[in-house]
T-cell receptor
């Protein structure tokens, strides 16, 4: 069964550094998402992306965050200057259509540790 | 802000018995509900969903019930198997404010199915 793949599985970075988290969504999917889960807390929505542009973003997704689909297969999340509170599990997801008839499929996540 | 609540952090069930996981929500604009299962070190895996126009949806051993008047949904697993042991997340969404892809997750319930 096709799956969403994320790399790396674990990223350690120093505060203030830039990080890029990478995702390869399922090939025929058109909608892409990033979610995150801080340890012990809920899974939280960050951003959705469709037709090469952001369709929605949460309050968490401030100017330090950006997303890009640089080619036909990859979908990246960049954090420009990481903060300690950015430490979390970051999940990429994709869906074939809008989620009320096409559920989100999640990757296994990237654990980001900011020291 | 807990729009989606899973009040039981854990549930233990004997193999072969029914598991009932509960979820409450506060936002009457939600019109689509999903259950995800998550194993350690993996991303959430879609299980089953229900639209607000229905009160029941069944898929094999999994049945989701929706009580709109009570703003409550539940996931029934019958019969429960040890492989069902995981964290179960309830999620909800709706087209309020142009939302799309913005799933609101509960905190999860850890299900343990004992042989």
């Amino acid at each position: 069964e096709p799956e969403v793949t994320q790399t790396p599985s674990h990223q350690v970075t120093q505060m203030g550094q830039e990080v890029i988290l990478r995702c390869v969504p399922i090939s025929n999917h058109l909608y892409f998402y990033w979610y995150r889960q801080i340890l012990g807390q809920k899974v939280e929505f960050l951003v959705s992306f469709y037709n090469n542009e952001i369709s929605e973003k949460s309050e968490i997704f401030d100017d330090q965050f950006s997303v890009e689909r640089p080619d036909g297969s990859n979908f990246t999340l960049k954090i420009r200057s990481t903060k300690l509170e950015d430490s979390a599990m970051y999940f990429c997801a994709s869906s074939e259509g809008t989620f009320n008839n096409s559920p989100l499929h999640f990757g296994n996540g990237t654990r980001l540790t900011v020291t | 802000d807990q729009q989606v609540k899973q009040n039981s952090p854990s549930l233990s069930v004997q193999e072969g018995r029914i598991s009932i996981l509960n979820c409450d929500y506060t936002n009457s604009m939600f019109d689509y509900f999903l259950w995800y299962k998550k194993y350690p070190a993996e991303g959430p895996t879609f299980l089953i969903s229900i639209s607000s126009i229905k009160d029941k949806n069944e898929d094999g051993r999994f049945t989701v019930f929706l009580n709109k008047s009570a703003k409550h949904l539940s996931l029934h697993i019958v019969p429960s198997q040890p492989g069902d042991s995981a964290v179960y997340f309830c999620a909800a969404s709706g087209y309020y404010g142009g939302s799309q892809g913005n799933l609101i997750f509960g905190k999860g319930t850890k299900l343990s199915v004992k042989p």
